[in-house]
């Protein structure tokens, strides 16, 4: 038997490695993968919740799936404006994108 | 230990190696196929939670749209950064810590859990049957159902709209 907290931990350690990636790579296409590995974390405990404590009903599932397709919308409009960055001002380096820094 | 708990070791191993990898390593198209291994092996661990049709949600939407959507815009971008120069900014060192406490903080939270050593529920069958028509229920989750649609189709509107090529003289 594989104890709930297992889940917790690897889930604790996949949302870290990901922060790790959002906060030192220097590339936006590799500041968006990081953010990919955030939400699967957060989803491996969603549904780790759901197996353990409440899987009489359906609302974990459905959680997980809401945020599927929040992170299928994310990755669509992040991708597209990174393209059009690197279309106008042809980099993709996120500290060179300070248009709007102050 | 037990078989399941063999196989969990097996794929939390795989996926955080993988992750690792994915935030570490200077080549970008690498790093790309670093997140289709993570993300199978978080399919792997659906499985494990007897969840396979969202295994089958995760290998469909994220290993095959979603990393391959990743890869082909790398490919589209890929003259404005080479492999060469540094691929981690100069903070590197204080958002490596910055990760550890946040780390260290769930851990915490979850050592004070008290369910965290509890096993499964037994019979967790979920119908699929029984999942789709709570998605359209009126009393079920209709209303979270319907926003997702109308975000993702005004996402990728967005999206087109965004990507577009720019008017000339723009």
């Known amino acids: ?102 | 230990m037990t078989g399941p708990q063999i196989i969990f070791l097996a794929a939390a191993a795989v996926t955080l190696i993988a992750a690792i990898m994915v935030v570490t390593v200077p080549r970008l198209v690498h790093a790309g196929l670093w997140l289709i291994l993570s993300l199978a092996g978080i399919a792997v661990l659906f499985i494990m939670l007897d969840n396979g049709f969202l295994a089958v949600v995760q290998v469909a939407i994220y290993i095959d749209a979603i990393a391959i959507l990743i890869i082909l815009a790398m490919m589209l971008t890929r003259a404005a950064m080479s492999d060469t120069e540094p691929q981690i900014n100069r903070m590197w060192l204080a958002s490596a810590f910055a990760s550890l406490i946040i780390m260290a903080g769930l851990l915490w939270i979850v050592s004070q859990a008290p369910a965290a050593s509890r096993g499964p529920l037994v019979d967790a069958e979920v119908g699929l049957d029984a999942l789709g028509r709570a998605l359209v229920d009126v009393d079920g989750f209709i209303l979270p159902f319907e926003i997702a649609s109308v975000l993702l189709v005004a996402a990728l509107v967005g999206a087109i709209l965004v990507a577009m090529t720019p008017a000339r003289g723009d």
Do not use: C, H, Q
Not at chain 1, 3 to 8: H, I, N, Q
């Open chain 1, 1 to 102: 038997m594989v104890p709930l907290s297992w889940f917790l931990i690897l889930g604790a350690a996949l949302f870290a490695v990901g922060l790790f990636g959002v906060l030192a790579r220097r590339n936006a296409i590799a500041i968006l993968m990081g953010i990919e590995l955030m939400l699967n974390a957060v989803n491996l405990n969603l549904l780790a919740f759901w197996r353990y404590l409440w899987s009489d009903s359906l609302t974990g599932v459905v959680f997980v799936i809401v945020v599927l397709a929040v992170a299928a919308a994310e990755v669509a409009v992040g991708l597209a404006l990174i393209i059009s960055i690197y279309r106008r001002r042809s980099t993709i380096v996120a500290e060179e994108i300070n248009l709007l820094k102050w």
